[in-house]
């Protein structure tokens, strides 16, 4: 363009510097350079250095051609596995909308139906499946809901008015208490599932996910609003109706093992961690003994774990899966879920200390294997010494029991 510009004639190319031209591709990338001529200012290439420059070119774009239809084949083998599980899904789903669900008294607890179960419910019908294997103990309907909402959003305008000393039923808890109660809700509505910004102040499920738990605060104002409770809730309101999942999340935390955690009944705890570290001992005992010599109790990585159950902890789709054998097995999978978790990693863990352990199992990676996940899960033996989960548990509590009524400092 320079030449041109300035009139010059251009000066023809020399055959060396023509070899570009005669060449029947166009080299696309910086390791074609190797094929390109010296400057004019510097001595011409061999004939056996052009040459040899030619071939390695020429094995590059054989090299490259290979990656490409390696890369191609991948892609193609990801794309039959995709289409394979998506056929799988949709047979699992007239399964359970044809054959199952219809039929869930008698074909809940059928061997069929639990293997099927353990490969993770579709999520068209996940939330019908939740909602059946929680169960309406607490005989809750939709009017109640209404009513719970409605008296929360009372609060919620007597508090913002500053009418602190409004009368409620809620006697024994402070108009401070309930406040508290109802700013610790909206602190935590933004903190979950962030990523997805779906629950935050805006998004579409934030009122919902608001309502929810304001609901279950006058519901259960013994319990009230503990932190952990906004993921469990989400969870639910991702895969049910808003009354729906109102009514599961009250009877879920209405269990056992939720009461124990979400009401801080430390005793109870204590006999679920002790509970959990006889199968811990059994199943790995070279772990156990490396978190006993580094002082390593359950409660610094189970509570987090049983509060949100697994849903902060795993990815979402992950968790999803360990809650829908949770609905099947009840709480004895949770505890099964964090041994499979520690097996899976044990070869990290055992090389770790406190700290590191810690931080580990408080933020575990984001790209957990599912199926490698639930292998592990499966591996885990929940029997110890012919005795069942419930039956370790129970010992344990009668034990406590025992304790409690034959020591005097325990009952004062």
């Known amino acids: 363009e320079y030449e041109e510009k300035a009139g010059r004639a251009q000066r023809p190319l020399s055959p060396k510097q023509n070899v570009r031209k005669n060449l029947d591709f166009e ?133 913002s008015t500053g009418g602190a000393e409004v009368e409620c039923e809620d006697a024994g808890f402070s108009a401070a208490d309930r406040e508290a109660s109802l700013e610790l809700i909206k602190l935590d509505i933004s903190r979950t599932f962030p990523n997805l910004c779906i629950f935050q102040q805006g998004g579409p499920y934030h009122d919902t996910l608001h309502s929810i738990l304001g609901a279950y605060t006058c519901y259960r104002p013994d319990v009230g609003y503990v932190q952990g409770m906004s993921f469990i809730a989400a969870v639910l309101i991702l895969n049910l109706d808003t009354a729906d999942a109102f009514i599961a999340f009250s009877n879920l935390l209405n269990k056992p093992c939720q009461m124990a955690f ?40 189970l509570i987090d774990w049983i509060f949100t159950l697994y849903s902060k ?11 829908d054998v949770f609905c099947r097995d009840g709480e004895e999978f949770l505890f099964r879920t964090a041994l499979g978790i520690l097996k899976l990693f044990e070869d990290i863990l055992t090389k770790m200390d406190f700290i590191h352990i810690a931080q580990f199992l ?51």
Not at 382 to 394: C, D, G, Y
Request: glycine letters at 2%.
């Open 362 to 412: 408080t933020k575990l990676p984001e790209d957990l294997p599912s199926e490698e996940f639930f292998t592990s899960i499966a591996a885990i033996q929940m029997q110890s010494r012919n005795k069942k989960w419930a039956q370790i548990l129970t010992a344990l509590q009668k034990d406590n029991r025992e304790m409690e009524k034959g020591s005097p400092s325990l009952k004062r």
């Open 313 to 323: 902890s795993l990815p979402l789709d992950l968790a999803c899966r360990v809650w």
């Open 27 to 159: 080299p696309l990338s910086t390791t074609a350079l190797i094929l390109e001529d010296r400057p004019a200012n510097l001595p011409a290439k061999p004939a056996e250095e052009a040459q040899k420059h030619r071939q390695q070119y020429e094995e590059m774009v054989v090299q490259a051609k290979k990656r490409e239809l390696k890369e191609a084949q991948k892609r193609k083998k990801q794309l039959e596995e995709r289409c394979k599980l998506e056929e799988s899904i949709g047979n699992a789903v007239l399964t359970w909308n044809n054959e199952i669900l219809p039929n869930w008294e008698t074909m809940c607890c059928s061997r069929k139906v639990r293997e099927l179960w353990w490969q993770g419910i579709p999520p068209s019908v996940r939330g019908k499946v939740w909602s059946l294997a929680i169960g309406n103990e607490l005989n809750i309907t939709h009017e109640l809901y209404d009513i719970c909402l409605a008296r929360a959003k009372e609060k919620w305008r007597s508090l």
């Open 262 to 301: 979400f009401r801080v009944d430390h005793g109870l705890m204590l006999t679920y961690f002790a509970a959990f570290e006889v199968f811990f001992e059994e199943n790995l005992p070279k772990l156990f003994a490396h978190f006993k010599k580094n002082n390593l109790t359950p409660d610094i990585y």
